[in-house]
């Protein structure tokens, strides 16, 4: 495979001109960390814009940082980090579940557009990017967004980039909102509860006034394959996590009173601060899945769907194939480790999941798999045809990233 290693835009301008007068679709890549996500694709030329890896601009006190798409994430995190400052979006480290090395990119972060725990409260990946310099499947530069929240007019490009797996354009430069971390956070742990019960009790939580910013639940079979934040908990019983942040004080506060307000799904614990940290990167990261351990050679779904809905279906699927199911936002998000099948059980899991009205993507699986199955959740006609349009205006030749999001895109 030829590997192109730019140096800037231009050069990926480049690129991108002499792939489409020779009709050479490019796989777009940072240092590879997700390369086993989506269909596999038909092309031996690869764009690498790991060289684009400098932070280009850091203002704390205006929020924002602007970096090129090929810095690693861990670097971002780190020198934020240092001014006490995070991505409220808890982006998704995927290297545990994937089983690569922590080399994701913020390109790659943006592409996926994974977002952690905090969605709930502070939204996903599309909400914190402000801006983006990309180069169109036309070869042309251009740039969306800005530097300020409130910079737009008309359609907000940038924001099509974000989960769009580079399809799209190709990201050579964003600037992202950065966030204050909190003084101070605690989790709320009630036992025993079953799915069904957990999604009544986070569906309370997520509902009060009480500003919680993480409601997951861990049926006792995924604890008993956890590993890091988890394993204090045992095996024995489920539990349904609730996270406060802010204030030491409010924190205390609201934890006293939501615990009382949730009496009837029992008596609830509290993890603070450190250790409370550790169990949301876990579950963030998936980690009872991980491809070490000892569901690591199933194939693993992420599954979104109406929270209401998340206790009923994710029990359904457990059920019906033997799997296992892991439940964030309140339920509105399910991961799903299903029993190792050629096709992934991809028919029964639509048809459930469709049913109650969600989406599914099968983040984790072989290649032969992915070969046979729509990793991304097929689209009604209407919006099939309109997410055309829009990928038609940015890449009519289908060089970026050739049939990585639908089968039929081979052409």
Not at 83 to 104: V, Y
Not at 200 to 214: I, K, N, Y
Not at 246 to 271: D, M, N, P
Request: net charge neutral; aromatic share 4%; hydrophobic share 45%.
């Amino acid at each position: 495979m030829d590997t192109l290693k730019v140096r800037d835009a231009a050069d990926v301008e480049q690129v991108v001109r002499s792939a489409i007068a020779s009709k050479q679709p490019l796989e777009i890549i940072g240092h590879g960390s997700k390369r086993q996500v989506g269909q596999p694709m038909a092309t031996n030329a690869l764009l690498d814009l790991s060289a684009l890896n400098a932070v280009t601009s850091y203002e704390p006190n205006e929020l924002i940082v602007t970096v090129q798409a090929g810095a690693p994430i861990a670097d971002v995190l780190s020198l934020i980090d240092s001014k006490n400052q995070q991505f409220a979006f808890e982006p998704m480290n995927t290297a545990a579940l994937l089983g690569t090395p922590e080399i994701g990119t913020i390109g790659g972060m943006i592409g996926a557009g994974l977002a952690g725990p905090r969605r709930i409260k502070a939204g996903g990946v599309r909400d914190h990017l402000l801006g983006a310099h990309a180069v169109s499947g036309f070869g042309d530069s251009f740039k969306a967004g800005g530097k300020v929240v409130k910079n737009v007019t008309g359609y907000d490009l940038c924001k099509l980039l974000a989960g769009s797996w580079g399809t799209l354009a190709v990201m050579t430069e964003v600037t992202l909102k950065v966030m204050p971390r909190p003084e101070s956070e605690c989790t709320l742990v009630l036992r025993g509860l079953d799915d069904l019960t957990a999604n009544r009790a986070m569906t309370a939580a997520l509902g009060s006034p009480f500003d919680v910013s993480g409601a997951a639940h861990l049926p006792d079979s995924a604890l008993r394959a956890s590993a890091d934040g988890l394993t204090s908990f045992g095996s024995q019983q489920a539990v349904t996590l609730l996270r406060l942040e802010g204030i030491a004080a409010s924190v205390a506060h609201r934890a006293a009173v939501l615990g009382k307000a949730l009496a009837q799904f029992g008596t609830a614990e509290t993890v603070d601060d450190a250790a409370s940290a550790a169990i949301w990167v876990s579950v963030r990261d998936v980690r009872p899945f991980a491809a070490d351990g000892i569901f690591g050679a199933r194939p693993v779904w992420r599954i979104v769907c109406p929270p209401a809905a998340g206790g009923a279906l994710g029990q359904q699927l457990s059920r019906d194939t033997g799997g296992e199911v892991i439940y964030d936002w309140g339920g509105g998000l399910i991961w799903a480790a299903l029993p190792s099948r050629p096709d992934a059980l991809a028919a029964l899991l639509r048809q459930r999941v469709n049913a109650a009205g969600g989406h599914a993507t099968l983040l984790r699986a072989p290649e032969e798999v992915r070969r046979n199955v729509d990793v991304f959740h097929p689209q009604q006609a209407g919006l099939a045809a309109l997410g055309e349009r829009v990928r038609h205006s940015f890449d009519p030749k289908r060089i970026l990233n050739r049939g990585r999001m639908r089968r039929d895109s081979s052409t």
